[in-house]
């Protein structure tokens, strides 16, 4: 099996920063794209930012130049660096990975658990 743990959400006063993590372990031979989402109550989970495995990244228009994703894939790990953050930002961030498991097998999409970040005015 494959789970995605993340880490690093709280409180943070409007133009702070956090920086979120998200390790993925078990059974992994390789990671192809990462990506990060977000979710408030009674609304979709929508795409904060994707890393495919060049590095290549697609940011939302709302946070572009505020936030960053990168990836170490020696640890797993996907990051999201966010700064100057704004109210609107308030949601449960989700990270996603898609795993290839064995060499010739099909991947899978998994999904952490979700961390809480609150920005306050």
């Known amino acids: 099996q494959v789970q995605l743990v993340e880490s690093g959400g709280g409180l943070v006063q409007a133009g702070g920063s956090l920086r979120l993590s998200c390790t993925a372990s078990g059974t992994i031979f390789r990671i192809n794209d990462m990506g990060w989402f977000r979710q408030v109550p009674g609304s979709q989970r929508e795409l904060v930012a994707t890393?495919?495995?060049?590095?290549?990244?697609v940011y939302a228009d709302s946070v572009k130049g505020r936030f960053t994703i990168a990836r170490d894939d020696a640890k797993n790990t996907v990051y999201l660096q966010m700064n100057s953050l704004k109210l609107g930002d308030t949601a449960v961030y989700y990270c996603?990975?898609?795993?290839?498991?064995?060499?010739?097998?099909?991947?899978?999409?998994?999904w952490g658990q979700g961390t809480q970040v609150t920005v306050s005015s």
């Open positions: 890393i495919d495995k060049d590095s290549n990244t």
């Open positions: 996603n990975a898609e795993v290839y498991k064995r060499l010739y097998s099909m991947p899978a999409i998994y």
